[in-house]
Nanobody, 118 residues
């Protein structure tokens, strides 16, 4: 599985951005996709995740502001980010999970920078 992320950029506080992540390869093996972010000096953290069945979960800090969704072909995942705050600034990474027997395989896309000016 390969992941290609796009959509980062610079936005003013209160603004919006939409991130996209296109998956290729063995898409049928993907059980969940999500977005993580990592700010300087901080650990990578889960932002939002969507499972094969469509269940979603979000970090508390983004609930009500961010929405994760999938394209019709299930090979693309989006993260709509509204009401952005300076503390949302980070490198955002697309992630795909594959439950292969007893193993959890994680795939990562390249990061995309999100900068929020105050």
């Amino acid at each position: 599985v390969q992941l290609q992320a796009s959509g980062g950029g610079l936005v003013q506080a209160g603004g919006s951005l939409r991130l996209s992540c296109a998956a290729s390869g063995d898409i049928a093996a993907i059980d969940a996709m999500g977005w993580y972010r990592q700010a300087p000096g901080k650990q990578r953290e889960l932002v939002a995740r969507i499972t094969r069945g469509g269940s979603t979960n979000y970090a508390d800090s983004v609930k009500g502001r961010f929405t994760i969704s999938r394209g019709n072909a299930k090979d693309t995942v989006y993260l709509q980010m509204n009401s952005l705050r300076p503390e949302d600034a980070a490198v955002f990474y697309c992630n795909a999970e594959e439950f292969a027997g007893y193993r959890l395989l994680n795939y990562w896309g390249q990061g995309t920078q999100v900068t929020v000016s105050s």
